[in-house]
């Protein structure tokens, strides 16, 4: 699927998205959800995420923190506190430590909170992204806190293309846990 250029197009691909993670997570077995990640046979999971995260709960905890940022940077910036999407004192080149940082705060949230947490500011992230025109999503120069992006690109990165990556990891889980079984 294209990248949306539409906020009919986020709003769409942001929910099916969400709701194809749900379908894969639904459909994991026992052993799946049981089973740690583990990615170090595979050379080419070289970045950091690979290592970090260890089952489910910490990648819906992953989601749910991006959109966390995503929900508080635009309120921020929309009542006129100047913020980057990234808060201090972390910036794009060092966000690997504030997401290792957002799984160090969760390791005690349970799987059915880490869900409910999700499901939840999914809902705001949609919700958010309605009040705003086509516009003022997808034309560059809109918002000056935005900088040389558009705000539409936001949104899809803390939803359906991050959906996308959480789906890339669980599928690479099942194939882990199906390849332990065959051996």
């Known amino acids: ?56 709960r910490d990648i819906l905890i992953h989601l749910y923190e991006w959109h966390q940022l995503l929900l508080r940077w635009v309120q ?3 009542n006129g506190d100047m913020k980057p999407f990234i808060p201090a004192p972390y910036n ?34 949609v919700n958010l992204a309605k009040t705003f025109s086509n516009e003022e999503l997808f034309s560059k120069g809109i918002y000056k806190w935005v900088g040389g992006s558009t705000l539409g690109s936001y949104f899809i990165s803390a939803t359906s293309s991050h959906y996308d990556w959480a789906m890339k990891k669980l599928k690479a889980h099942k ?9």
Not at 21 to 45: G, V, W
Not at 176 to 183: L, R, V
């Open 76 to 78: 921020k910036n929309q």
């Open 92 to 125: 794009w080149k060092t966000y690997s430590q504030m997401n290792l940082n957002f799984w160090k705060k969760h390791q005690n949230t349970s799987l059915e909170s880490a869900k409910e947490m999700l499901q939840e500011s999914h809902c705001q992230v």
């Open 175 to 183: 194939k882990h846990c199906k390849s332990m079984n065959q051996t």
């Open 1 to 56: 699927m294209s990248r949306p250029t539409t906020k009919t197009d986020l709003i769409t691909q942001a929910t099916e998205n969400y709701d194809k993670m749900n379908t894969l997570i639904l459909n994991l077995t026992e052993q799946e959800l049981s089973t740690p990640f583990d990615f170090t046979a595979d050379e080419k999971k070289k970045e950091a995420h690979w290592k970090r995260d260890y089952n489910l």
